[in-house]
């Protein structure tokens, strides 16, 4: 099947410091990831789509200067939060889409801003 | 945009039973899925689905695209059941939208 690795797991930082999560599929090629972003018991939501080659694109209300997104090769996203702050504090999930298995998601970033 | 709605949001269970999980979606879809989200937030693929049924053991799902709804079925419950529930409609540019879950705890 399809694998999606995400690191870091887990993550503390102090505020105003920046932190990268990375997303790569392992065993497939995808020209299109995804950054979600879910606080505790409440759903997905969708941050961004990253582009192979080409700039993000940033769903409503996400600033992107705040969510850098870089998709270098055909396996590898990265998401930095910059200046980071207590409220920045979430599980950042991504995905990419296989084109036999769907949707595969990474297995989340748990983001601590003290 | 589409909107997704769950339900019900919690459901508590015991071991062996049989649940039935419903999502609504408000507009035509490109496509239709079930994840199962676990404890440690791991989100697993159980269904693709945009119409039709699909079985999967225990697990099996069923989408009526025309009435926009879908259903997911658990049977025979077990305790590794347990975590959320989620759908999530595609709607162009392949954009997933997902419902708020359901909440699914078995208890021994």
């Known amino acids: 099947g399809a694998v999606v690795s995400q690191h870091p797991s887990r993550v503390i930082c102090k505020s105003g410091t920046s932190v990268k999560i990375e997303c790569r599929s392992l065993d497939f090629q995808a020209t299109t990831m995804f950054w979600y972003r879910q606080f505790p018991k409440q759903s997905l939501m969708l941050m961004a789509t990253?582009?192979?080659?080409?700039?993000?694109?940033?769903e409503q209300g996400v600033e992107k200067d705040k969510f850098l997104i870089n998709h270098a090769s055909l396996t590898l996203s990265t998401l930095t939060v910059t200046s980071a702050h207590p409220e920045d504090s979430s599980f950042y999930i991504c995905?990419?889409?296989?084109?036999?298995?769907?949707?595969?998601f990474g297995s989340g970033t748990r983001l601590t801003v003290v | 945009g589409i909107q997704v709605e769950q339900s019900p949001p919690d459901l508590i269970l015991q071991e062996g039973a049989n649940s039935t999980l419903r999502c609504n979606f408000s507009d035509s879809v490109n496509n239709l899925q079930w994840f199962h989200q676990n404890p440690w937030g791991q989100l697993i693929n159980l269904f693709y689905?945009?119409?039709g049924t699909k079985q999967n053991g225990r697990l099996s799902a069923t989408t009526v695209a025309t009435e926009r709804y879908s259903l997911l079925y658990i049977s025979s419950s077990q305790t590794t059941d347990s975590g959320v529930y989620f759908c999530?409609?595609?709607?162009?540019?392949?954009?997933?939208?997902f419902g708020q879950g359901t909440r699914l705890t078995i208890n021994p």
């Open positions: 999530a409609a595609i709607q162009g540019a392949q954009k997933l939208v």
């Open positions: 689905i945009p119409s």
């Open positions: 995905s990419a889409i296989h084109w036999r298995y769907g949707y595969t």
């Open positions: 990253s582009n192979e080659g080409s700039k993000a694109t940033y």
